[in-house]
């Protein structure tokens, strides 16, 4: 990969929405070279995000951010094949749950 570094050029972007870049967000989009300067192009998002975010993504279970402002918890499939300890296991929920828990409260 070439790097290559412009000087004292005139930027121009083109976004989908008329708010101020903020500085924690990271934009996918083309650069092209005009004569003046540089011009930068957002690209239009495929799709719509995600209805029910993770806010937790565990081996045995997540926790998702409802609509209504609720949380949900899902409890993900247990393989219960071979030697299978019903106390460890439960007890690795368990901890896992309290994990998610402390999410919330941040």
């Not at 005009?34 to 930068?40: E, M, P, S």
């Amino acid at each position: 990969m070439k790097k290559v570094i412009y000087k004292a050029i005139d930027l121009t972007c083109a976004l989908q929405q008329d708010s101020e870049i903020s500085t924690d967000k990271c934009l996918n989009g083309v650069i092209s070279r005009t004569g003046k300067g540089l011009r930068f192009e957002e690209a239009i998002s495929k799709g719509r995000p995600a209805r029910n975010p993770k806010l937790f993504d565990g081996n045995f279970i997540s926790l998702v951010h409802m609509q209504n402002g609720r949380y949900q918890c899902h409890m993900k499939t247990i393989n219960a094949s071979g030697d299978f300890d019903r106390q460890q296991i439960a007890f690795k929920v368990y901890s896992e749950l309290l994990t998610a828990f402390n999410i919330i409260d941040q």
